[in-house]
């Protein structure tokens, strides 16, 4: 999966005592205001500046994940939400936003444990019941994933398979089509109950124009889920792209695209 940048200081280049602090103050701002677009400017900048050792480098994490996570950039918010509990990992608040940005990026298994930790670390009494819930419906989850995949099926396996799912998806957004092919086959191999991995693996195939194999995973796809709308345009548009050669643009869909996101937990600084 891809990872952040790791921030690097230029040569002779000191930041300013208290400059982080202002950078992050700065960057809360515009996420109050809504200008998700600017906070993420301010962070970004803050940490590519910043030494790796630098306290307050957690919080900007955070304050860059609540942003993308507004924006429903998803994926970097998870990234972002990873990074900053590296740093920190015992801050529930950290913990709880990951929580949340995992599920938006279908990744349940890791979800949950997030939200477990969340619960595990946290000290303030306000929030317990905040954490319970999201423990609580984060199992539900869970128990639903296991239990289409069969009683022998592990919560770790589970984890498994949905991380190498956002691995082959971002390895197809690269265009990298031959190594998304074979994540995409790993995941299969796991459990074969969904449809996502047979459409999106016969995408990978249709780029690779190898399109009898692209047609076999479309079909299969739809063998699990008939309504499953993606894979049956990309095999209605088969013949068309077999005739001409002419291969579409690939569009990632993100079927979290109208989840209704609200602003999570930021840092006060006082």
């Known amino acids: 999966m891809p990872k952040l940048r790791k921030p690097s200081l230029p040569k002779g280049q000191i930041v300013p005592p208290g400059q982080a602090d202002r950078w992050l103050d700065e960057a809360q701002r515009?996420?109050?205001?809504?200008?998700?677009?600017?906070?993420?400017?301010?962070?970004?900048?803050?940490?590519?500046?910043?030494?790796?050792?630098?306290?307050?480098?957690?919080?900007?994490?955070n304050c860059l994940a609540n942003a993308y996570g507004l924006l429903k950039r998803f994926e970097e918010a998870y990234q972002a939400g990873l990074e900053a509990v590296r740093i920190t990992p015992k801050d529930p608040?950290?913990?709880?936003?990951?929580?949340?940005?995992?599920?938006?990026?279908?990744?349940?298994g890791e979800s949950l444990t997030y939200f477990e930790h969340a619960a595990?670390?946290?000290?303030?009494?306000?929030?317990?019941?905040?954490?319970?819930?999201?423990?609580?419906?984060?199992?539900?989850?869970?128990a639903s994933d296991l239990k289409l995949r069969g009683a022998a099926f592990t919560l770790d396996q589970l984890i498994e398979q949905q991380g190498e799912f956002q691995a082959?998806?971002?390895?197809?957004?690269?265009?990298?089509y031959l190594e998304a092919e074979k994540k995409f086959r790993q995941v299969i191999a796991l459990a074969d109950v969904l449809p996502q991995p047979w459409g999106n693996l016969g995408l990978t195939l249709l780029m690779q124009r190898r399109f009898d194999e692209a047609e076999i995973a479309l079909r299969r796809a739809l063998e699990i889920d008939p309504k499953y709308e993606l894979a049956r345009q990309n095999l209605a548009n088969?013949?068309?792209?077999?005739?001409?050669g002419q291969l579409?643009?690939?569009?990632i869909h993100n079927p979290m695209a109208k989840a209704k996101v609200s602003q999570r937990v930021v840092y006060e600084k006082g």
């Open 30 to 61: 515009r996420l109050i205001r809504k200008d998700y677009a600017g906070a993420i400017q301010v962070c970004e900048r803050a940490l590519t500046l910043m030494p790796a050792t630098a306290p307050v480098r957690a919080d900007l994490l």
């Open 120 to 142: 595990e670390f946290n000290t303030d009494p306000t929030q317990v019941e905040m954490y319970a819930k999201e423990v609580k419906f984060g199992r539900q989850l869970v």
């Open 238 to 244: 088969l013949p068309e792209i077999r005739r001409t």
């Open 93 to 108: 608040v950290l913990w709880y936003n990951l929580g949340q940005s995992a599920r938006y990026t279908l990744r349940t």
């Open 168 to 176: 082959a998806v971002a390895l197809m957004s690269a265009g990298r």
């Open 248 to 251: 579409p643009a690939v569009a």
